[in-house]
């Protein structure tokens, strides 16, 4: 396979744009092939839920849980779980349907581009 220049020049502002946010005290983007979120339920990478609600609609949250810090770590359905305490939030809009949180997940910004979905946590 050979390196066109139009991606070989999105290679480096991808590459650039992650040391940027690094550098500037923003955790490095994370990115998952659209085709590998299904459709009504979530995966959760290393500080990021992508979710797919509904068919070709996206959304990322912050994977830490805001009770207590820890990493969501459980994905059932159309939920996700910190499996710390117990929390367990809805993908649709990151609420809380169980505590003990009682803050809903932080939304992340989230790009898709040929095909993959990237999230960054800008710290909002």
Do not use: W
Not at 40 to 48: M, Q
Not at 66 to 89: M, N, W, Y
Request: hydrophobic fraction near 40%; glycine fraction near 10%; charge should be negative.
């Amino acid at each position: 396979m050979t390196c066109s220049r139009r991606l070989f020049l999105l290679g480096s502002a991808t590459t650039f744009a992650g040391a940027f946010l690094a550098a500037c005290g923003y955790p490095a983007p994370e990115e998952v092939a659209a085709t590998e979120v299904p459709i009504g339920s979530a995966v959760i990478l290393d500080k990021v839920i992508i979710a797919q609600p509904e068919a070709g609609t996206y959304v990322a949250y912050s994977s830490t849980c805001p009770h207590e810090f820890k990493k969501i770590t459980q994905v059932k359905g159309d939920t996700v779980r910190c499996t710390a305490h117990g929390s367990l939030f809805n993908i649709v809009d990151g609420s809380v349907i169980s505590g003990p949180a009682v803050r809903g997940l932080r939304e992340l910004d989230l790009e898709e581009h040929s095909g993959k979905l990237i999230a960054t946590d800008t710290g909002d």
